[in-house]
Protein backbone atom coordinates (compact mmCIF):
# COMPACT_ATOMS: atom_id res chain seq x y z
CA UNK A 1 0.00 0.00 0.00
CA UNK A 2 3.10 2.39 0.96
CA UNK A 3 5.30 2.73 -1.78
CA UNK A 4 8.32 5.01 -2.99
CA UNK A 5 9.87 4.45 -6.07
CA UNK A 6 13.21 6.26 -7.54
CA UNK A 7 13.94 6.79 -10.85
CA UNK A 8 16.30 9.15 -13.29
CA UNK A 9 19.37 7.09 -12.58
CA UNK A 10 21.97 6.28 -15.11
CA UNK A 11 25.29 7.05 -16.51
CA UNK A 12 26.70 10.66 -16.47
CA UNK A 13 30.12 12.30 -17.45
CA UNK A 14 31.85 14.93 -14.82
CA UNK A 15 29.70 18.23 -14.80
CA UNK A 16 27.03 16.95 -15.98
CA UNK A 17 23.28 16.99 -14.49
CA UNK A 18 20.14 14.22 -13.42
CA UNK A 19 17.15 14.68 -12.18
CA UNK A 20 16.12 11.91 -9.79
CA UNK A 21 12.71 11.39 -8.99
CA UNK A 22 10.74 9.37 -5.92
CA UNK A 23 7.00 9.07 -6.91
CA UNK A 24 4.91 7.31 -3.97
CA UNK A 25 1.60 5.95 -3.35
CA UNK A 26 -0.49 5.43 -0.02
CA UNK A 27 0.25 8.44 1.35
CA UNK A 28 0.45 12.12 1.27
CA UNK A 29 3.13 14.66 0.80
CA UNK A 30 1.61 16.76 3.59
CA UNK A 31 1.88 13.99 5.94
CA UNK A 32 5.94 12.96 5.15
CA UNK A 33 9.01 14.26 4.87
CA UNK A 34 11.15 13.12 1.81
CA UNK A 35 14.67 12.52 2.35
CA UNK A 36 17.52 11.10 0.30
CA UNK A 37 20.45 8.55 0.83
CA UNK A 38 22.98 7.16 -0.84
CA UNK A 39 25.05 4.48 -0.85
CA UNK A 40 28.82 4.75 -2.64
CA UNK A 41 30.97 1.55 -3.29
CA UNK A 42 32.67 0.40 0.15
CA UNK A 43 31.22 3.10 1.98
CA UNK A 44 28.25 3.39 4.51
CA UNK A 45 24.85 4.69 3.43
CA UNK A 46 24.81 8.65 4.46
CA UNK A 47 22.79 11.04 4.05
CA UNK A 48 22.43 13.80 1.00
CA UNK A 49 18.83 15.97 1.86
CA UNK A 50 15.32 16.04 2.88
CA UNK A 51 12.54 18.49 2.03
CA UNK A 52 9.36 19.06 4.83
CA UNK A 53 6.28 18.10 4.92
CA UNK A 54 5.00 21.70 3.77
CA UNK A 55 7.56 21.90 0.92
CA UNK A 56 9.06 24.93 2.17
CA UNK A 57 11.82 23.89 3.80
CA UNK A 58 15.12 22.06 2.25
CA UNK A 59 18.43 20.43 3.43
CA UNK A 60 21.37 19.31 2.33
CA UNK A 61 24.93 17.28 3.00
CA UNK A 62 28.36 19.56 3.30
CA UNK A 63 29.41 17.42 0.44
CA UNK A 64 26.00 18.44 -2.06
CA UNK A 65 25.25 22.23 -1.46
CA UNK A 66 25.63 24.38 -3.80
CA UNK A 67 25.21 21.32 -6.03
CA UNK A 68 22.07 19.27 -5.51
CA UNK A 69 18.46 20.96 -5.23
CA UNK A 70 15.42 19.53 -3.76
CA UNK A 71 12.14 19.98 -4.97
CA UNK A 72 8.20 18.58 -5.36
CA UNK A 73 5.30 18.17 -7.37
CA UNK A 74 2.19 17.93 -5.03
CA UNK A 75 -0.18 16.70 -7.98
CA UNK A 76 1.76 14.05 -8.89
CA UNK A 77 2.94 13.08 -5.23
CA UNK A 78 6.49 13.01 -6.52
CA UNK A 79 9.68 14.45 -5.32
CA UNK A 80 12.83 15.36 -7.31
CA UNK A 81 16.93 16.35 -6.34
CA UNK A 82 18.04 17.72 -9.41
CA UNK A 83 22.25 16.71 -9.11
CA UNK A 84 24.32 19.32 -10.67
CA UNK A 85 27.73 19.51 -11.48
CA UNK A 86 27.99 16.07 -10.81
CA UNK A 87 31.62 14.76 -9.54
CA UNK A 88 32.98 10.60 -9.84
CA UNK A 89 32.68 10.70 -5.85
CA UNK A 90 28.21 11.05 -6.24
CA UNK A 91 28.92 7.64 -7.89
CA UNK A 92 26.43 5.66 -5.42
CA UNK A 93 23.30 3.98 -5.24
CA UNK A 94 20.60 6.88 -4.58
CA UNK A 95 17.52 6.12 -1.90
CA UNK A 96 14.76 7.99 -0.91
CA UNK A 97 13.20 7.51 2.30
CA UNK A 98 9.54 8.65 4.08
CA UNK A 99 9.43 10.09 7.60
CA UNK A 100 7.05 12.43 9.98
CA UNK A 101 10.43 15.50 9.84
CA UNK A 102 13.46 15.57 8.06
CA UNK A 103 16.28 13.53 9.99
CA UNK A 104 19.79 13.16 9.36
CA UNK A 105 18.83 9.99 10.60
CA UNK A 106 18.02 7.08 8.43
CA UNK A 107 17.19 4.47 11.05
CA UNK A 108 14.29 6.56 11.89
CA UNK A 109 12.74 6.85 8.49
CA UNK A 110 9.78 4.36 8.07
CA UNK A 111 9.38 3.71 4.23
CA UNK A 112 12.48 3.02 1.93
CA UNK A 113 12.23 2.88 -1.92
CA UNK A 114 14.53 0.07 -4.07
CA UNK A 115 16.84 2.39 -5.56
CA UNK A 116 18.60 4.14 -8.92
CA UNK A 117 22.25 3.94 -9.88
CA UNK A 118 23.99 7.05 -10.31
CA UNK A 119 27.46 6.83 -11.89
CA UNK A 120 29.24 9.21 -13.05
CA UNK A 121 32.37 8.88 -15.35
CA UNK A 122 34.14 9.76 -18.18
Known amino acids: QVQLVESGGGLVQPGGSLRLSCAMSGFSLDYYAIGWFRRAPGKEREAVSCINTLGDSRYYADSVKGRFTMSRDKAKNTVYLHLNNLKPEDTAVYYC???????????????WGQGTQVTVSS
Open 97 to 111: AAEDHCTWSDALYDY
